[in-house]
């Protein structure tokens, strides 16, 4: 006879991965709402200020660096005090900084204070919203660790990363809406693109907080699985210190690799996410019907678009063919990325499908390779106990290889041109394809460094 406590359980442990799972992909979702409207204010921006290229580069530096610092630090800090609290001050946090940028956007404080004024406090107000930005995903990881083993993440966590790639595209959507449709039709203000986006994101962050627990404990089932003590045997290891939780990190040579692959596809995937948007802006392409373009709405978010498809592609092919290992898709990935990446700036821009044929790809490779990295190689080689910190390392990293796309690609765009500048995306991701060969081998069974 089934024991009925037991059906109980499994019942209430589906109900609760359906909620946790949902809560997650919403929320990472809506972290881009607050991040991805500045790229699209850019060419407003510009108009406004009067700013060049380099000046706005500034500004995507300053959210890529402290988004750098905030995911080493934020990292450790969901590992050692709770993912739930510390990925809902990120949301609240960054909508506060969104919304001062709205409020020191306006005319009457740029003619007070002077455009580079301006310059500097927007560079500040988001180089902090890169912060609040970088409590989101580490803790997501380190959610998603505790409530799925490792044989289950492949699918799951493959499933789990299209939520940025949805969330960057509806963003992009959002803020073409907000800084086109809705200012030459409705009459409306293009500064919109900071606040609506807030609203929405202050609502989803009260939902997560409400959904969310830390863990099967927290909920009152049993912990999926048990974690291998420092000695390698079975039993649960002692919670570690902060400190422990560092070192175990930073003495990890797997996530070194991870992290380095990481730091050169987000020279590439930053990229694009900057500076697509102008670059299609001063692209010949089609005329916009009332101030709504929909060809080139579609040539910038076919990228993130497609890259849900390859978040899932990612996930299922590591474990169809390679047994949980990730470096070999990680690898093919990157070097498609790498080739199609350099090709892009000589396509035709007037040539709609073509040019989307390529952003899809680019997309699709892209984000393939980002969730094998920051989500399943966090989890397989950071282990329970130290996922968010291995998320954070790994995302950090790759933070400091986007800011190279923030000020320094702006410029070697007004010194040298697109064409130079995603070539040299290119050859990043051909590098980065090339470093991770080092783990090939290395698979989720892997013991994390104690």
């Known amino acids: 006879m089934d024991d009925p406590t037991a059906q109980a359980t499994a019942g209430d442990l589906r109900r609760w991965r359906i909620r946790i799972v949902s809560a997650v992909w919403i929320t990472y979702f809506a972290y881009y709402l607050c991040r991805y409207n500045m790229p699209m204010a850019g060419t407003r921006l510009r108009d406004v200020f009067a700013w060049g290229a380099a000046d706005i580069g500034i500004i995507f530096t300053a959210l890529t660096v402290m988004y750098a610092v905030g995911q080493f630090v934020n990292g450790q ?77 492949g699918k799951v966590m493959g499933f789990v990363g299209t939520c940025y790639q949805f969330g960057g595209a509806f963003s992009w959507f959002l803020a073409f809406f907000l800084t086109g449709y809705y200012v030459q039709v409705w009459g409306g203000d293009w500064r919109a693109v900071f606040w609506v986006p807030s609203i929405l994101f202050a609502a989803v962050g009260l939902f997560f907080f409400w959904a969310v627990r830390n863990s099967p404990e927290e909920a009152g089932l049993a912990p999926m699985e048990e974690e291998a003590a420092p000695d390698g045997r079975g039993g649960h290891p002692p919670r570690r210190t902060l400190v422990q939780n560092v070192i175990g990190t930073l003495t990890n040579p797997y996530l070194w690799v991870v992290a380095g692959t990481f730091f050169l596809l987000d020279m590439n995937r930053y990229g694009f996410v900057n500076w697509l948007p102008m670059f299609m802006d001063e692209a010949a392409g089609s005329v916009e019907v009332a101030g709504f373009d929909f060809k080139h709405v579609m040539k910038v978010c076919i990228h993130p678009l497609c890259g849900g498809a390859g978040a899932i592609f990612a996930g299922w092919a590591t474990d169809r063919f390679f047994q949980g290992r990730r470096a070999p898709v990680i690898a093919i990935l990157l070097l498609v990325l790498g080739l199609f990446t350099m090709v892009f700036p000589y396509l035709d821009a007037g040539r709609t499908w073509l040019v989307m044929t390529v952003v899809a790809a680019i997309g699709f490779c892209t984000y393939g390779a980002h969730i094998l990295m920051v989500g399943h190689a966090a989890q397989d080689f950071g282990k329970k106990s130290g996922a968010a910190g291995a998320a954070g390392f790994i995302d950090g990293m790759g933070y400091i290889g986007a800011s190279l796309a923030g000020w320094g690609a702006g410029e070697m765009i007004e010194s040298r041109g697109y064409e130079c500048t995603f070539v040299v995306f290119g050859l990043a991701a051909i590098a980065g394809a090339m470093l991770v060969c080092v783990i090939w081998k290395a698979g989720p069974t892997v013991r994390a460094a104690q």
Request: hydrophobic share 55%.
């Open 77 to 153: 800090l969901a590992d050692r005090f709770g993912a739930r609290l510390v990925a809902t001050t990120g949301v609240f946090g960054s909508v506060v900084m969104n919304l001062a940028v709205f409020a020191i956007t306006f005319p009457a404080f740029s003619k007070a204070n002077g455009p580079q004024y301006t310059l500097l406090l927007v560079s500040l107000f988001w180089g902090a919203n890169g912060f609040f930005q970088a409590m989101g995903w580490s803790p997501m990881v380190r959610i998603m660790a505790h409530w799925y083993p490792a044989e289950n993440r």
